[in-house]
């Protein structure tokens, strides 16, 4: 399956009201989160008439917490299952490369991918770990070059 059977709408960027109020609902969700629980319940209420008390898995509630966060400061969020598979441009995008730049990479080896007819598709998990593993390497070069400098008294405190 490719990305867009997954998603139902485009992320929309919050509004400046629409961030002001996730700031504050992730805050003050936030300090319910609790380690070791498995579950969380809620009670949802609408218009100040109807209520209904939800459960859901821990994990989903600290999802949420997550996602208010990310609005709070400007960020569109886009919900993906890590089995969904990519097009060469989705991955790109993600990657912040050229589509020739990914085929490349694909080509290579240094991710993998399958053939849907004469297209490729890559799994958005597989994107993700490659996306870890480079910045990873990139960390510890970074890492490297500094412990250099400080060697060489280049003035970098």
């Given amino acids: 399956m490719t990305l867009s059977k997954y998603q139902t709408s485009k992320p929309a960027i919050p509004t400046e009201e629409d961030a002001t109020l996730a700031k504050t609902s992730s805050q003050t969700l936030a300090s319910y989160i609790q380690n070791n629980d498995t579950y969380r319940t809620i009670k949802v209420v609408q218009d100040n008439t109807t209520s209904e008390t939800v459960t859901i898995p821990a994990e989903a509630f600290r999802l949420l917490v997550d996602i ?90």
């Fill in 68 to 157: 208010l966060a990310q609005m709070a400061k400007g960020n569109a969020i886009t919900l993906m299952p890590v089995h969904a598979e990519l097009t060469t441009q989705e991955a790109a995008d993600i990657l912040n490369v050229s589509r020739p730049y990914l085929v490349g990479l694909l080509e290579s080896g240094e991710m993998p991918y399958r053939k849907v007819g004469t297209r490729r598709r890559v799994r958005y998990q597989d994107l993700i770990d490659y996306k870890n593993r480079i910045d990873a390497l990139r960390m510890q070069t970074l890492d490297e070059l500094a412990a250099q400098a400080q060697e060489l008294n280049m003035g970098y405190d």
